[in-house]
């Protein structure tokens, strides 16, 4: 069985920095691209920013050079570096991965639980 689990979030004041880690185990056979998603109380969850195997990035405009996404393959963790945080950053962050388990055919869309940031004064 493959999962996802988060760690890193937690309560920071605007302008602080905070670092989302997500670490996928189980019996993996490859992973595609990672993510980070997140989900304000009332809104829909959005894209933050995702990256491919080969370490192509992509960002939303409201995060675009504040927010930095890496990953490492040997440890099957992404990384989210969060800079510059203000308060409309604060939501519930998930990780998600396009995985295929060893020994199988299909690719899997599997997230984690969820990461609570809140950015308040």
């Known amino acids: 069985q493959v999962q996802l689990v988060e760690s890193g979030g937690g309560l920071v004041q605007p302008g602080g920095s905070l670092r989302l880690s997500c670490a996928a185990s189980?019996?993996?056979?490859?992973?595609?691209?990672m993510g980070w998603y997140r989900q304000a109380p009332g809104k829909q969850r959005d894209m933050v920013a995702t990256?491919?195997?080969?370490?192509?990035?992509t960002y939303a405009d409201s995060v675009q050079g504040r927010f930095t996404i890496s990953r490492d393959n040997a440890k099957n963790t992404v990384y989210l570096q969060m800079n510059s945080l203000k308060p409309e950053d604060t939501a519930d962050y998930s990780c998600?991965?396009?995985?295929?388990?060893?020994?199988?055919?299909?690719?899997?869309?599997?997230w984690g639980q969820g990461t609570q940031v809140t950015v308040s004064s």
């Open positions: 990256i491919t195997s080969s370490g192509t990035t």
């Open positions: 998600n991965a396009a995985i295929r388990p060893s020994g199988a055919i299909s690719v899997f869309s599997i």
């Open positions: 189980g019996t993996i056979g490859s992973i595609n691209v």
